[in-house]
């Protein structure tokens, strides 16, 4: 695995303060005052897979190799087995081009893709449920005392979904500390960017946990659960069909993390709680009201 970062403790975390990825906007308030806000950017990014166009993202324009790989292997584009011989980012045409030692083919299964309730471009492809026949999660404990832990720290951590708002944040961890932060305007496109990192590092899912701001939809529940992940938790709520498959396949589903408060839908066997909720303080007003807005 990469380096943890000294200052955070991040592998990669976020940078609010980078130039390309918020603009300052004037505009005026409720009274009728100028104001100045930062906002975020959003740009297109085409995937290609060797000679072939898959897709155009709209994203913030951050870690695109990471986006395209994670992309491609949550779509089962890309194999357990390819081997991958080149990613090429070009800035200027804004497009990825990844490269395998397989030939490829995807025509059939492009005229195939169907838009889902993810936002931004939330694509997928043929039947949502392919692939997931076969997919058993590894039965792994989780801490309570690891979420309150996880949600303190990453709630805290500077972030673009704090500065800016209008954004998702997706987060890999391990126990009870967070290793990789992405974030993107579609909730799907952080998850990508992670699944992109854990491929190129090699690092393995079994005894990781996936944080989300974003909603404990059907495709974030996929996404977690082929990358081989077995735990999801998020700030936000559920949908009937994301609990629905998060217990077919034994994905412990954590939703509605809030201070002391959250509620298990799936894998509450697998539940240890170790750590008495009224010792774990509330929210702070920043956060609730910048997750109010975001």
Known sequence: ????????????????????????VEGIDQTGAPTRISVVEERPLTIFLNRQEIVTAMTIGDYPEYLALGFLRNQGMLLADDVISGVDFDEELETVVVRTQRETSYEEKLKKKTRTSGCAVGTVFGDMMEGLEDVRLPQVELRTSWLYALAAQ???TPSLYLEAGAIHGTVLCQKDRPLVYMEDVGRHNAVDKI????LSEGVKAGDKILYTTGRLTSEMVIKTAMMGIPVLASRSGFTAWGVEIARQVGLTLIGRMRGQRFVCLSGAERLFRDVDPASVPEEDRKHRRKSAAG
């Open 1 to 24: 695995m990469a380096k943890l970062q000294n200052d955070t403790g991040y592998v990669i975390a976020p940078d609010p303060d980078a130039p390309r990825l918020t603009r300052a």
């Open 195 to 198: 699944a992109g990192w854990m």
């Open 154 to 156: 990453i709630n805290r």
